[in-house]
């Protein structure tokens, strides 16, 4: 019976189709996947890049023009595992509780109808159940704004409730404040220190103000092709700031399942979804594949930029795959790829 990925590449030219995959070292050269070239052909994207780390094989493959392995780009909301990953060693430092309220951190900050910081704990920021409208919401990611101004936003809008999962950046918005309280130092300076740094991701940074891409990059095009590789990234910020490459998401996902940067308990706490009923942990949610395996990770959008990363528990194999483009038109590729590459032979 055909794999998946040979069913949904039918529409591909044989050529394409029959191509040989490139597996081995990392010094390996670029392969074409005829999956992945769905992504130009029908959902839209000038180009696609994927990088596939299964044990020692790596599989770097790519579609369209003007994107390469190397290139940095906007992760979006991938930010958020950063993150909450720092948010987790300081709750292993006892600098703080996940149970503990907002206020304690930012007296007054959260105070609005239906919303009151003395009962927002920290935990349901990190899990999206503290009710915070999501800010992005009014500025559709295309207005700058000051922590406290997009929380202004949120709070401006109506309460999705306590205790209800609602995706939100304002969540993270509000954590990166808590960073700064409990540290004295800026979220991005904290996940260079803790995360960045020991794990040599030389191609990741918090670019604060600065808008443009540190080289080599290509360019980034919203749906209608317009060129918005230069963006202020105080668009996002801590929900969304971080400008990165294939392979440091890969070696970032591999070493945060690994149990390299999370104590065994609070990589649990983070793979907890029983709040969310199995919709999101603590910035990071499952994916359930047709085979059986569940995959964790996150996925960025950022104007002119989509990008998913996943990875099996234990870190051995991991996926990060790019467009250069806002939005994926077909919604169906992306699952359909992740299962290609953790479900060999399903179809």
Request: hydrophobic share 40%; with cysteine; proline share 6%.
């Amino acid at each position: 019976m055909p794999s998946l990925r040979t069913l949904v590449a039918i529409p591909v030219s044989l050529a394409l189709l029959f191509a040989p995959l490139t597996a081995g070292s990392a010094s390996s050269a670029e392969s074409t996947d005829p999956l992945l070239s769905q992504f130009v052909a029908k959902g839209g994207a000038p180009a696609a890049a994927l990088l596939d780390h299964d044990g020692d094989d790596i599989r770097y493959a790519a579609a369209g023009r003007d994107i390469t392995r190397a290139d940095r780009f906007r992760a979006g909301s991938i930010t958020k595992t950063f993150i909450a990953t720092v948010v987790l060693q300081l709750a292993a430092e006892h600098r703080l509780s996940l149970s503990d309220p907002v206020e304690r951190y930012l007296p007054g900050l959260l105070r609005g109808p239906g919303t009151d910081g003395r009962r927002i704990t920290l935990r349901a920021l990190l899990d999206h159940t503290s009710g915070l409208a999501d800010f992005t919401r009014v500025t559709r990611g295309a207005v700058p704004l000051t922590p406290l101004q997009a929380v202004h936003v949120s709070l401006a809008l109506p309460s999705t409730g306590l205790g209800r999962y609602a995706y939100s950046s304002t969540d993270y918005t509000v954590l990166g404040m808590v960073v700064r309280r409990v540290t004295g130092h800026s979220y991005a300076a904290e996940a260079r220190r803790r995360i960045i740094t020991p794990l040599r991701l030389t191609g990741t940074s918090f670019p604060g103000a600065r808008t443009t891409l540190p080289a080599p990059h290509g360019h980034a095009y919203t749906a209608d092709g317009a060129d918005v590789t230069e963006l202020d990234p105080r668009v996002a910020g801590a929900a969304g700031e971080l400008v990165t490459t294939l392979d440091d998401l890969d070696r970032f996902y591999a070493a945060l399942l690994g149990g390299e940067l999370l104590s065994p308990h609070l990589l649990r706490a983070m793979l907890n979804t029983r709040a969310t009923h199995g919709a999101y942990g603590l910035g990071i949610f499952p994916a359930k594949l047709p085979c059986g395996v569940t995959v964790w990770g996150h996925n960025g959008r950022i104007a002119g930029s989509y990008v998913r990363s996943a990875a099996t528990i234990g870190g051995r194999h991991v996926l990060t795959f790019r467009v250069n483009t806002t939005t994926i038109t077909d919604p169906h590729l992306e699952p359909a790829l992740l299962a290609a590459e953790f479900c060999p032979g399903e179809g």
